[in-house]
């Protein structure tokens, strides 16, 4: 395993968090209305000017004005609802219209052809305008928007799936098309107020009929029949959430990375589109395609999404690729790190740690485990770990003691880690990880995706296949020890001829740490560090928290300004756990 370690002080950093963190990710580019393309199935109908709040595929079976464009359908946010309330709700004025197009059976190719042909296009910025009542909201007040959802979508006596709709406003600026593929068929589900409670917000007299959704969630039943637990959620840019049983909101992962942390700046794609292939006969996998567009990029996406207590979302990407591109990030990773138990930074808090995920776990092409306890540095920081044909990688949460965060709001303890695993052979590249410096939580400031090493060139296409699973702390993944906890420590200089340092104190626990333990005496940490000197190496069992505690000192006995440590544990030359590395600025 080779790693690189970089620091960056003079990047552009609020390029950087806005690419980083969810609360900001759609604020970048100008309002535009979205521009419809034609696909090989059928063309789109237009508005005069050519803007069109139409969706980008094929016309359907939706209420279609002369002038081109989705009539709205029922406005009034007091429309009562009733249980029978499912997509004919959105769209029954449609047939009440005596144009309505031919409706059109959907085919995965359709995607395809979308996002080919979107590729040929000159580029238009899908964000737009919106009225001042939706833009000015707070994240508070639009939070009080909600789904009415005893008019979710899908029939209930077919499925334990259901479909909730989001409403535009704040940041959540682009008009994203959602169809239903029912019988094969497609259907717009078109603008309706009536769909939504607007709370304490005065919204409900206000006519947004030329708006189009935000994005959308599916719930299933995770906790037990009876529940109404979110499975997914698909909101802002190419974002999507991802829980199992017993998990709550955390982390995200999105569809793509493009420079991330560049000296460019972040290029950042959105789904512009999507179909919801509706399940039926209790069927417990729900298929979503979407169609991706950014400056450069497009793409066609399918997600097969299956609950469970590890939700799993299979997921295809056929990417097509306007101009070149430095660096394009796959499956990429967001989470949050503040502070935990190695550095707490000052924060002046009542939780002892704050983050959604605490390390990034690698299984690379050579079937090692890798573990890099996360950190909110205070510099740019960026972490890369060459590889060919990687098994697997994921930012997980083990530390899953509700006592260390005390968050009753956020549950930290509960929040899932995302694990990837990639399908096919993805060749040479490197894993990327991305530590931003963050003052609060509401920054996603950790970033970590799969880098080719050969770039996209313009024209061009990429195909990738991987899978996502929504897992707690990883365990199962493999039978090794795993690294648990880092404390780290600075240590004051002892003379004129004594160097100052620093002592790292890691926990081992589980897999077979526990029965090899009681022949301490040929258990052995290897410890490297390809800079400094490494000192005072010492082995403690850990009756506490179970396996066994390491310490180490590390001086700089040069001129260097950081160094890549390496720990693993052995018992004689039977490796017995994962490797903690960690890159260390002196």
């Known amino acids: 395993m080779t790693q690189h370690f970089q620091q960056h002080s003079k990047l552009p950093l609020r390029r950087v968090l806005l690419g980083a963190a969810a609360s900001a990710l759609i604020l970048i580019g100008g309002p535009a209305a979205i521009h419809a393309q034609?696909?090989?199935?059928?063309?789109?109908?237009?508005?005069?000017?050519?803007?069109?709040?139409?969706?980008?595929?094929?016309?359907?079976?939706?209420?279609?004005?002369?002038?081109?464009?989705?009539?709205?359908?029922e406005q009034t946010a007091d429309t009562p609802a009733s249980p029978e309330d499912t997509v004919e709700n959105a769209v029954s004025d449609a047939e009440k219209q005596p144009n309505v197009s031919k409706p059109v059976m959907f085919d995965p190719a359709m995607v395809t052809n979308l996002a080919r042909n979107l590729a040929k296009q000159p580029f238009v910025n899908p964000h737009r305008e919106l009225p001042e009542a939706l833009s000015a909201l707070s994240a508070e007040d639009y939070a009080q928007i909600r789904f009415k959802s005893q008019r979710?979508?899908?029939?209930?006596?077919?499925?334990?799936?259901?479909?909730?709709l989001f409403h535009p406003g704040t940041m959540y600026d682009v008009p994203v098309t959602i169809n239903l593929v029912r019988d094969g068929e497609v259907q717009v589900i078109p603008y309706s107020a009536g769909l939504f409670d607007f709370g304490k917000t005065g919204l409900s007299g206000n006519d947004f009929s030329t708006q189009n959704y935000a994005g959308f969630r599916l719930r299933y039943p995770l906790s037990d029949v009876a529940s109404n637990d979110e499975l997914t959620r698909f909101l802002g840019a190419s974002?999507?959430?991802?829980?199992?049983?017993?998990?709550?909101?955390?982390?995200?992962?999105?569809?793509?990375?493009?420079?991330?942390?560049?000296?460019?700046?972040?290029e950042i794609p959105v789904f512009?589109?999507?179909?919801?292939?509706?399940?039926?006969?209790?069927?417990?996998?729900?298929?979503?395609?979407?169609?991706?567009?950014?400056?450069?990029?497009?793409?066609?996406?399918?997600?097969?999404?299956?609950?469970?207590?590890?939700?799993?979302?299979?997921?295809k990407a056929h990417l097509f690729f306007r101009d070149g591109v430095e660096k394009i990030?796959?499956?990429?990773?967001n989470g949050m790190f503040l502070f935990g138990e190695q550095?707490?930074?000052?924060?002046?808090?009542?939780?002892?740690?704050?983050?959604?995920?605490?390390?990034?776990?690698?299984?690379n092409g050579r079937g090692e485990w890798l573990w890099r306890p996360l950190d909110n540095p205070q510099h740019l920081q960026m972490s890369s770990f060459l590889d060919e044909n990687p098994i697997g990688f994921g930012l997980l949460q083990r530390d899953r003691n509700f006592d260390h965060y005390q968050d009753l709001e956020k549950r930290f303890d509960q929040q899932p880690g995302y694990w990837v695993t990639p399908k096919g052979?993805?060749?040479?590249?490197?894993?990327?990880?991305?530590?931003?410096?963050?003052?609060?939580?509401?920054?996603?400031?950790?970033?970590?995706?799969?880098?080719?090493?050969?770039k996209p060139a313009a024209g061009g296409e990429m195909q990738f296949e991987y899978s996502v699973t929504a897992t707690r702390d990883g365990t199962g993944l493999h039978g090794m020890a795993q690294a648990t906890d880092t404390r780290i420590q600075r240590l004051a200089s002892q003379g004129d001829e004594d160097r100052s340092g620093t002592r790292f104190v890691l926990n081992f626990a589980g897999g077979d740490l526990d029965y090899f333990i009681k022949d301490a005496n040929n258990l052995r940490a290897d410890i490297s560090?390809?800079?400094?000197?490494?000192?005072?190496?010492?082995?403690l069992p850990d009756p506490e928290n179970g396996g066994v505690r390491v310490f180490f000192d590390l001086v700089n006995a040069g001129d260097a300004t950081s160094s890549n440590l390496r720990v693993f544990l052995l018992y004689q030359n039977k490796v017995l756990s994962e490797t903690w590395t960690m890159p260390w600025a002196f």
């Open 152 to 164: 979710a979508f899908f029939n209930p006596a077919e499925t334990d799936f259901s479909l909730e």
């Open 343 to 363: 550095r707490r930074r000052f924060f002046d808090d009542y939780r002892g740690e704050v983050h959604s995920s605490d390390g990034l776990l690698i299984n």
């Open 38 to 73: 034609e696909s090989d199935p059928a063309p789109v109908p237009q508005s005069a000017e050519g803007n069109a709040s139409a969706p980008v595929s094929a016309p359907v079976s939706a209420p279609v004005s002369a002038s081109g464009q989705n009539a709205p359908a």
């Open 239 to 266: 974002y999507f959430r991802l829980q199992g049983q017993g998990q709550s909101i955390g982390q995200m992962a999105r569809g793509l990375a493009v420079d991330l942390a560049g000296p460019t700046g972040e």
């Open 329 to 333: 990030g796959i499956a990429p990773l």
């Open 272 to 315: 512009r589109e999507f179909w919801i292939v509706e399940p039926k006969d209790g069927a417990n996998t729900i298929t979503v395609f979407a169609l991706l567009d950014s400056e450069r990029i497009t793409g066609a996406y399918q997600f097969d999404i299956t609950p469970g207590n590890r939700s799993q979302a299979d997921i």
């Open 425 to 454: 052979k993805w060749g040479k590249g490197h894993i990327e990880l991305v530590e931003i410096p963050s003052p609060s939580e509401t920054n996603d400031n950790i970033v970590a995706y799969w880098v080719p090493e050969t």
């Open 529 to 539: 560090a390809s800079k400094g000197e490494v000192r005072n190496i010492r082995i």
